[in-house]
């Protein structure tokens, strides 16, 4: 699987084309070159796989799964007062 990831603060693009291969690093100002070390996730902001930013996406799933368990709380006939305790489990787990 190929990727490309863009680490903007120091205007390199990656590109990984599996895990046992270096990764290419294509700096805004330089010649290209190989590298076996992998870019800092933290850095990375582009998946070409997903055709989406990581993160954000990451960010989207988590905030789906809350809202779909929100919802199936509110619509199961456990007492309100457990519907209260349950969506602020859901709130802590998700959220972290």
């Known amino acids: 699987m190929t990727r ?6 120091n205007g390199i693009t990656w590109i990984e084309r599996g ?3 270096p990764v290419l690093a294509l700096p805004d100002h ?5 590298r076996w070390m992998t ?3 933290s850095m990375l902001v582009y998946d070409d ?3 989406a ?3 954000e996406t990451i960010d989207e799933e988590r905030a789906r ?7 199936a709380v509110a619509e199961s006939k456990i007492p309100a007062v457990s519907k209260s ?5 859901i709130e802590e787990v998700i959220t972290k």
Not at 4 to 9: C, E, I, L, M, T
Not at 30 to 34: C, I, N
Not at 85 to 89: Q, Y
């Open 30 to 34: 330089g010649d290209p070159v190989w």
């Open 85 to 89: 305790d349950v969506r602020k489990l």
């Open 53 to 55: 930013v990581e993160t």
């Open 4 to 9: 490309v990831y863009r680490n903007v603060p």
């Open 65 to 71: 799964l809350r809202a779909a368990l929100i919802e």
């Open 19 to 21: 895990s046992n291969v």
């Open 49 to 51: 796989e997903l055709h």
């Open 39 to 41: 870019p800092d996730v």
